[in-house]
């Protein structure tokens, strides 16, 4: 079986190199916006299961990236990344905040020997209300670290 082809006129011809362009440069747009999101996941390198720590990463990237691209990425409004970013920090990080010199200071006082149970009875009794676990994860994340001092045994044999 044959196959006849039929010949095209120059303005035919025209119209579909032109139409063949268009549809290159499209595709080479996309290719652009595809390669731009696989370079923004393979840069996160971090866990980003909430959204507060996927508008933090988009924060930190946005020197690199548009926010409307890191947004897309990531799955989030860049309404919602920009009234986060307006948004203060909420009241536990503030009453951490407050909570957090009285610890030191506590720390301090003790030659850096009171663990999250000293603490607690110290704050106790400065009128502060909170648990061991709180005054734990603030020491951990103060880099308040007890030294423990180690009795030595004495052989006898």
């Not at 990237?61 to 947004?71: N, V, W």
């Not at 009171?114 to 106790?124: A, E």
Request: aromatic share 6%.
């Amino acid at each position: 079986m044959e196959q006849k082809f039929k010949a095209l006129s120059a303005g035919q011809v025209a119209g579909t190199l032109e139409a063949f362009q268009v549809e290159n440069r499209r595709l080479q747009r996309e290719l652009h916006r595809v390669t731009q999101q696989r370079d923004i996941l393979k840069n996160l390198g971090h866990n980003l299961r909430t959204a507060r720590h996927r508008f933090e990463r988009i924060k930190a990237m946005q020197r690199e990236y548009s926010i409307a691209e890191l947004c897309g990425t990531l799955n989030v409004t860049r309404s919602g990344y920009h009234a986060w970013t307006g948004r203060g920090p909420g009241v536990r990080a503030q009453a951490n905040a407050a909570l957090l010199p009285l610890i030191t200071q506590a720390h301090r006082e003790s030659r850096q020997t009171y663990g999250s149970p000293r603490i607690l009875n110290w704050l106790h009794q400065h009128g502060q209300r909170c648990g061991r676990m709180r005054i734990a994860k603030l020491m951990r994340t103060d880099d308040c670290a007890t030294f423990q001092l180690k009795s030595s045994s004495k052989s006898t044999a």
